[in-house]
């Protein structure tokens, strides 16, 4: 429940909420910021020996390790380990929207898009799930990412408790539940995948969710995509996923937050690529697996395979503790009939 | 294979750089009174003052010889004399201040003291010290200090120079 400190004269939570049964314009995204990693310095001398006078040198790039260094001894460099944040469930006013326009330049056919998004004050959001837990969060920041469902492509009913559909694991298998995607556009049962970008839904159960996997068929043969939990995620109370498909390679890492602590999945096995799918009996989406540490029961909701937009932050005007508007620029957009046709 | 010279040479001139004017037995700056060495352009949260920026301008082959033959620590290879350029900027704030041997520094005294000092470091890089792998530099040249002067708008004194050095560009 957010607390009423600092409202303001518009309650925009309240707004947002009602306005949300009336318009799809209000929109619930992924907040989501690059991991930041260390810097590359050096305080020796190429003997690795002799210190360098004065302070480290900072050659100013980044190296692709994420690691915490005190700093505190002379002459030693500091670093807080930052990684990505993905924090769902942020409700936003999204309007007006320039969802795509391309342009042809010489380096191919871009897509860009423009809007604005109309959020709580700053102290509301700061106060909202995971916002309020983490310490990497303070405010948005230009280039921060709001990743909105664009297209829910496949939206598999509701398996819930209170909708007598609670699912008993096998615990030989640890499997909990085979979601049979709906008919694709086609009429169908070969569902494409080329349209889809990224999984989302809520969890909850009392085990350890383990790995989450996308299976289809390429050619006939079977292929798949597995995010496997690094760290341990209990989803004891409504978690929400969202996992990207695309263009992902063999150990790339994605977040999960969970009351305020990023939980790492990783790529463990990766032999599908969603660009193929075009939908007919060789080359389709044939099914999601979430797979859990032992038999019990879990409750999955919300659950949608959506073609997503992603919105870099480009200005924020924040009218204190009212709301804030904030310019954001779509610019990852693409052709989805190029997807279709080049794979 | 080459060498990965373009990287090796900058972050030795970088690291020579700050190490020669942040030694205090050789008369630079007073321990704890720092100057800070960058690559490029720092991000805005990363900059400390006073600042010496190394920006690579450009870079290219400079001279052939007949056969393109060339030796690097005692092993024939290929190669040819490559030229790489920087441009080297010192910026420092308004209130910026170092102490030099006992003397407080700031301002345009502190500037011509780096603009001075930057040149005697960068000509007396020894670069067996700072190289990460082995090098050949053939000649450095540092133009004059241009652009001296005072931003107003963000109370900065800063100056810049051309510097540019050629190196055996060594491949076997």
């Known amino acids: ?343 | 294979m080459a060498k990965d010279f373009l990287n090796v040479i900058e972050r030795a001139l970088m690291m020579g750089v700050s190490d020669k004017i942040n030694d205090n037995s050789a008369g630079g700056t007073a321990v704890g009174s720092d100057i800070y060495v960058f690559g490029e352009f720092p991000e805005t949260e990363d900059m400390k003052f006073p600042a010496v920026v190394v920006q690579h301008v450009g870079s290219g082959f400079e001279q052939q010889m007949v056969g393109q033959q060339m030796t690097l620590g005692g092993v024939s290879g290929t190669g040819e004399i490559y030229g790489v350029a920087y441009t080297i900027h010192i910026i420092l704030e308004k209130e910026t201040e170092i102490t030099i041997g006992s003397t407080v520094y700031k301002q345009r005294r502190l500037l011509n003291w780096i603009m001075l000092n930057l040149a005697n470091a960068v000509m007396d890089i020894n670069w067996d010290d700072y190289q990460e792998e082995e090098l050949d530099v053939h000649e450095r040249h540092l133009r004059q200090w241009r652009n001296i002067g005072f931003m107003k708008e963000l109370n900065w004194y800063g100056a810049s120079a051309d510097f540019m050095l050629t190196f055996s560009n060594f491949r076997s």
């Open chain 1, 1 to 343: 429940m957010v607390s009423t400190v600092g409202l303001g004269s518009v309650n925009m939570p309240k707004l947002l909420r009602q306005m949300s049964h009336r318009t799809n314009n209000v929109r619930e995204v992924l907040f989501q910021r690059d991991a930041i990693y260390d810097k590359d310095t050096r305080t020796q001398k190429s003997d690795n020996s002799t210190d360098l006078k004065g302070p480290p040198v900072n050659f100013g790039y980044e190296k692709s390790t994420n690691t915490s260094m005190s700093g505190s001894a002379d002459n030693t460099v500091y670093h807080k380990s930052t990684p990505e944040l993905t924090i769902g469930g942020l409700k936003v006013l999204q309007t007006p929207v320039i969802s795509r326009s391309g342009i042809l330049e010489q380096t191919g056919h871009r897509i860009s898009g423009e809007c604005e998004f109309y959020t709580p004050s700053l102290s509301t959001i700061r106060q909202l799930d995971n916002f309020s837990e983490t310490t990497q969060f303070d405010e948005f920041e230009s280039y921060d990412k709001f990743i909105d469902m664009e297209r829910v492509i496949y939206k598999p009913n509701d398996i819930s408790d209170s909708n007598d559909q609670t699912i008993n694991i096998s615990s030989t298998s640890k499997v909990l539940e085979k979601i049979t995607l709906e008919e694709g556009a086609s009429g169908s049962t070969y569902n494409p995948g080329y349209e889809i970008d990224r999984i989302q839904f809520k969890v909850k159960t009392a085990n350890n969710i383990t790995s989450i996997t996308l299976n289809g068929k390429e050619g006939g043969a079977d292929k798949t995509l597995v995010w496997t939990a690094t760290d341990t995620c209990t989803p004891t109370d409504w978690l929400l996923i969202d996992l990207p498909v695309r263009d992902i390679t063999a150990s790339d890492t994605t977040e999960v937050y969970q009351n305020g602590t990023g939980l790492t999945f990783t790529a463990s096995a990766v032999t599908l690529d969603v660009d193929k799918l075009y939908g007919d009996n060789n080359y389709y989406l044939s099914s999601l697996i979430i797979a859990t540490s032992s038999s019990g029961s879990i409750e999955l909701k919300d659950i949608n395979i959506y073609k997503s937009a992603e919105w870099s932050l480009e200005s924020i005007k924040d009218y204190r503790d009212e709301y804030m508007i904030i310019k954001a620029l779509r610019v990852r957009g693409d052709r989805t009939s190029r997807r279709r046709a080049h794979g």
